[in-house]
């Protein structure tokens, strides 16, 4: 069970971060400037976001297996088919559809751990994390030095055969038996519970708690990687740039390993407020220094967010239970991945019209600092239902 959530979490970026690298080839194909290139990335991520809701209702119809097997199929063939749209606006769409079956899977895997690891529901978390993580590193890292040249330079072949392993991966899936003494509402597809009730309630605060602590530890992680390019420009620090990107996208990785090794952290308020603390002064840092100091800054938010990310999206499994876990996570996934597409935007806007480059990371770091007073005082987060 631990090695099937591994390669479900592995899947979840692989076809999202395997574009960027292809920008070159994609844009010079239909056409695409900065702007267009950029939303082949983004719009996936939001469609997450908003794929949520109609994942929770499939799921609380279907089960959590016909949900993570349809999702994963539906990314697949989506990616693929994007290497063979007829225009770019047919490209965009495709993107969406792609962001939905992510979304579709992705809610899913939360109640999975609890379905599929019941006596080792935060360890199953941290295990499907770590396999997005380096997934998010397989797709950003292995593209362009090996995934390419094996399709002959054709970056159409090459979202194709990124495909071909997910494929398999939900052929595999299929054959997933559950413990037979579990008997959690989602996956009995015998007992059809009505899917009102797994539909986020807005005037849930939790869901607004907890959606308001990932949005801080997504957005933390997604502005230094939008605006780290231009202002190390502006800075004259380029010398660096492709040196840190690299370090930078491989902290999600490392802060998996953390909360492998310590899974006793999901849960609990001290190990999230410390890691998003951290990551406030990390932003700061970043924001306002230069040279080394400012890079170790982008390093130490880059991890920080990261653990504080893994420990959200793992608290559903822990604290709920049946179709409360697909409730919350979808709450928590819309809230907070909707706010933390819209912060680098508002950021970037501010700083083209004051002239200021560092003001694109200001609104993301005041949302970061607001949103530490929702942290908490109890030592446990309380069970939710």
Known sequence: MFAILWLVGWTLRVPVLAAPPLATHIGETYGLEAAGIGALTMLPVVAIAFGVIPAAMIIARFGLKVAIVGGLLLMAVASSARGYAPSSTILFLISVIMGVGVALFQTALPAATRVWTPSHIALGSAVYLNGMMVGEMSGAGLTLPIVLPMAGDDWRTTLLLWSVPIVLIAFVTVFVRPPKNESDPSENA????????????????????????????????????????????????????AGLLFAYNATPLMASFAVLAAPRWIGKQRPIAASAALSVVGLAGFTFLSGWPSWVAALITGFAASIELILLVSLPAVIAKGLAVTRLSAGMTLVGYGIAFVLPLTGGWLAKRMDWLELALIPSLTFMIVALFVVGKERLYPAYD
């Open 190 to 241: 015998a007992s059809y519970v009505a899917a009102a009730t797994s539909l986020p309630r807005w005037n849930d605060r939790h869901v607004w708690r907890y959606g308001i602590l990932l949005a801080g530890s997504v957005v933390a992680f997604y502005v230094i990687n939008s605006y780290v390019g231009t202002i190390l420009q502006e800075r004259g620090e380029t010398v660096i740039l």
